[in-house]
């Protein structure tokens, strides 16, 4: 089998394609031909050593995959060989063994782009609003990087919960991504004063700041909450922000970490009834992810980088063709 696989922390060019032996199927093990790979943008902090997680090396990157069975273990019944799943393991392969309680049937709405991207994004805003946030119906939200795949996620699902959202992003395709999934609102934030444009939407400030940026906007977004507001902390791809306390003090703001995956260690069980439930609505109509960018594996590099430079409106799948 051909697989991605990192020698070094440090540089993405330390990435090399590799032949290995596919392993033997052991009890409770399906063997799936890989058809997509969801690529992250917390890969490439990983294998630049920038995570706050350091895998040993050499290790392969990479987690969701979808996949069509090719083997199964003589023991295993829930799984047929045919059969189109998605795990939350595998990494950037041609091919993987799994074991067949980890893996979940895709339902057909999803293409196998959309079922490879969804999790990292479509779970961390199920994370943030049915664990740490307190939601309500026709509150008001806004979302930072609103069309990447975290972004983009926390639209579709705020929306789904009945939540009233203003989406900020870079650029008009991002804008329109946002808005296409129901953000009644959007703003540039190139050319655009945040804090001032959400006031004039929403008058006396929005309710939540869904924040996966971080930098500079940060502390625009907090002075742009109402009263009582919450601040949703996801991440800092802008750049670690620095938020004045006297503003989280002033009319009782608050400030929420929300740290999936680093929870997901600790809850495994709990986060897979998260991941049927966020599919459930996704065969039901609710919710609506957006079909990637795809790559050959053999450009992952490339695809990282263009991901770093916010050159890709929402998600970015890998698909098994080499050079």
């Known amino acids: 089998m051909k697989a991605l696989q990192v020698q070094q922390l440090g540089s993405l060019d330390d990435i090399e394609m590799v032949e290995i032996d596919s392993p033997d199927l052991l009890p409770g093990q399906i063997r799936v031909a890989v058809l997509a790979s969801g690529l992250n943008y917390v890969d ?12 040993p090396v050499p290790y392969r990157p990479g987690s969701e995959i ?3 069975v090719i083997e199964v273990a003589s023991d295993v019944t829930n799984i047929e060989i045919g059969d189109r799943v998605f795990s ?3 990494g950037f392969a041609d091919e993987a063994v799994l074991s067949a ?6 339902p057909d709405q999803l293409s196998d782009g959309q079922g490879a991207t969804f999790m990292q994004s479509y779970l961390t805003a199920w994370f943030a609003f049915h664990k740490r946030a307190q939601v309500r119906e026709g509150a008001t939200m806004l979302v930072l990087g609103a069309g990447g795949g975290v972004g983009l996620a926390a639209v579709d699902l705020g929306v789904a919960l009945g939540m009233r959202v203003i989406a900020a992003a870079s650029s008009a395709e991002k804008r329109q991504l946002a808005l296409d999934r129901g953000a009644f609102a959007a703003i540039d934030v190139l050319n655009e004063d945040v804090k001032l444009r959400t006031r004039e939407l929403c008058g006396g400030g929005v309710d939540m700041v869904y924040d996966p940026v971080g930098g500079d906007l940060a502390e625009q977004c907090l002075r742009a909450l109402a009263p009582f507001g919450q601040y949703l902390v996801v991440g800092f791809v802008g750049g670690i922000p620095r938020l004045p306390a ?3 003090l002033l009319t009782n703001r608050t400030v929420v970490g929300v740290d999936w995956g680093a929870w997901v260690g600790r809850n495994v069980v709990e986060n897979q009834g998260m991941l049927v439930e966020v599919l459930a609505e996704i ?3 609710k919710l609506h992810p957006v079909e990637p960018v795809t790559y050959p594996m053999s450009k992952a590099v490339q695809a990282m980088r263009d991901l770093q430079d916010r050159k890709i409106a929402g998600k970015v799948a890998l698909v098994p063709l080499f050079d």
């Open 283 to 285: 065969a039901a109509g």
């Open 101 to 106: 309680t980890r893996v979940i049937p895709i």
């Open 246 to 248: 006297n503003h989280v």
């Open 88 to 90: 939350p393991s595998g």
């Open 66 to 68: 979808v996949g069509r």
């Open 44 to 55: 490439s902090l990983m294998i630049e050593g920038k995570y706050q997680i350091k895998p």
